[in-house]
């Protein structure tokens, strides 16, 4: 801020700049009319600094006014970055609820169990806020055949290993594989994974699950949670 002041810097400030939501009218919600063919029902977001949701809602529904804008949000005080809680978007100037049809509120757990799941079950390896938003997405929209749902997942989970280990303590890097003869030891496996801390974990994690590809990528792929687990077993997360 201070720094801003002057005249070398400018502050951007995402979170009262109307570029921000301009960009997704101008750019994403184009995008995605373009690639459903103008089929899309329901658009899901999660919220945190809202231009996301505001700019693509305002474009789609410009396009179709029966397209359902959702905005899934955590519950307070929660762990996951990127987004706000309902009581923290009541500071966020591109917040705009009468503009969205749906709020839907969204624990920690479930969004964390849903990262692993998508590590494991889909091969995707997204970031807590994109699995935030999808377990809104299942929580609200029926499993209709002519439901056309677009879920932005906004970031991959290597940003946030040292979230990813809170949650999952227990999930750890699988020991490096053993270092051939002949090999330097400098030249260990670590610096073989670019994905760093977490490439070990997610082959780790992966161990027993179909590929990506085996039902198919999409909405549509996520199977049920199995009705007896309220959340990943130890077992499930040790590819077990
Ligand atoms: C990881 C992550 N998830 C979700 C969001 C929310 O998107 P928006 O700020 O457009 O509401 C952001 C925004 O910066 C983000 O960085």
């Given at each position: 801020?201070?720094?801003?002041?002057?005249?070398e810097f400018?502050?951007?400030?995402?979170?009262?700049?109307?570029?921000?939501?301009?960009a997704?009218?101008q750019?994403t919600?184009?995008?995605?009319?373009?690639?459903?063919?103008?089929?899309?029902?329901?658009?899901?977001?999660?919220?945190?600094?809202?231009?996301t949701?505001s700019?693509?809602?305002s474009?789609?529904?410009?396009?179709?006014?029966?397209?359902?804008?959702?905005?899934?949000?955590?519950?307070?005080?929660?762990?996951i970055p990127?987004?706000?809680?309902?009581?923290?978007?009541?500071?966020?100037?591109?917040?705009?609820?009468?503009?969205?049809?749906?709020l839907?509120e969204?624990?920690?757990?479930e969004?964390?169990?849903?990262?692993?799941?998508?590590t494991?079950?889909?091969?995707?390896?997204?970031?807590p806020s994109s699995?935030?938003a999808?377990?809104?997405?299942?929580?609200?929209?029926?499993d209709?055949?002519?439901?056309?749902?677009?879920?932005?997942?906004?970031?991959n989970?290597?940003?946030?290993?040292?979230?990813?280990?809170?949650?999952?303590?227990?999930?750890r890097?699988?020991?490096?594989?053993?270092?051939?003869?002949?090999?330097?030891?400098?030249?260990?496996?670590?610096s073989?994974?670019?994905?760093?801390?977490?490439a070990?974990?997610?082959?780790?994690?992966g161990?027993?699950?179909?590929?990506?590809?085996?039902?198919?990528?999409?909405?549509?792929a996520?199977p049920?949670?199995r009705?007896?687990?309220?959340?990943?077993?130890?077992?499930?997360?040790?590819?077990?």
């Amino acid at each position: 801020m201070e720094m801003a002041e002057g005249s070398e810097f400018h502050m951007l400030n995402q979170y009262e700049n109307e570029a921000n939501v301009e960009a997704h009218i101008q750019t994403t919600g184009p995008e995605i009319w373009r690639q459903t063919e103008g089929k899309i029902t329901h658009f899901v977001a999660s919220l945190g600094t809202c231009g996301t949701i505001s700019g693509n809602g305002s474009f789609l529904k410009g396009k179709n006014r029966d397209i359902q804008v959702i905005g899934v949000h955590p519950q307070e005080g929660h762990d996951i970055p990127g987004v706000r809680s309902m009581r923290q978007l009541e500071h966020t100037k591109l917040f705009r609820p009468d503009e969205y049809d749906t709020l839907v509120e969204v624990k920690n757990r479930e969004a964390y169990d849903m990262c692993l799941r998508l590590t494991r079950e889909e091969s995707l390896i997204a970031g807590p806020s994109s699995a935030l938003a999808l377990v809104g997405a299942l929580k609200v929209i029926e499993d209709q055949p002519d439901a056309v749902v677009v879920v932005i997942f906004p970031d991959n989970v290597f940003k946030y290993a040292s979230s990813f280990e809170r949650h999952f303590p227990h999930v750890r890097a699988a020991p490096p594989p053993p270092t051939r003869p002949g090999r330097a030891q400098s030249e260990g496996a670590a610096s073989n994974h670019p994905g760093g801390e977490l490439a070990q974990p997610a082959q780790h994690l992966g161990g027993g699950g179909p590929a990506r590809g085996a039902r198919g990528p999409g909405f549509a792929a996520l199977p049920p949670r199995r009705a007896d687990s309220g959340g990943l077993r130890e077992a499930d997360v040790a590819g077990g």
